[in-house]
């Protein structure tokens, strides 16, 4: 090995206790950050969700329309079909 490769080692033999410290604070703070982004997004899809529902349910209620069908056209051709098939 050179001299070089022989003194880099030794630096981050001396400093391993801090550089590991370091590698596991920035993996902690990597998985809360990773954690509450995933907390921010299913808080938000149930917000919205919640809020989508909600709205349904007052529009529903306040939408409702009767309307009337006059099925004597339906009627008149099915009699006649019943007929039909009464005189065969």
Do not use: F, H, P
């Not at 997004?41 to 309307?67: C, F, H, P």
């Amino acid at each position: 090995m050179s001299q070089k490769k022989v003194d880099a080692y030794k630096a981050q033999k001396a400093n391993r206790k801090q550089i590991i410290k370091k590698e596991k604070r920035m993996l902690t703070l990597e998985k809360t950050a990773a954690a509450l982004v995933c907390v921010a997004v299913i808080g938000w899809i149930g917000y919205s969700t919640y809020g989508r529902l909600t709205a349904e349910d007052t529009q529903t209620q306040s939408a409702v329309e009767q309307t009337e069908v006059d099925m004597t056209a339906v009627n008149d051709y099915l009699s006649d079909l019943t007929l039909a098939a009464a005189q065969e």
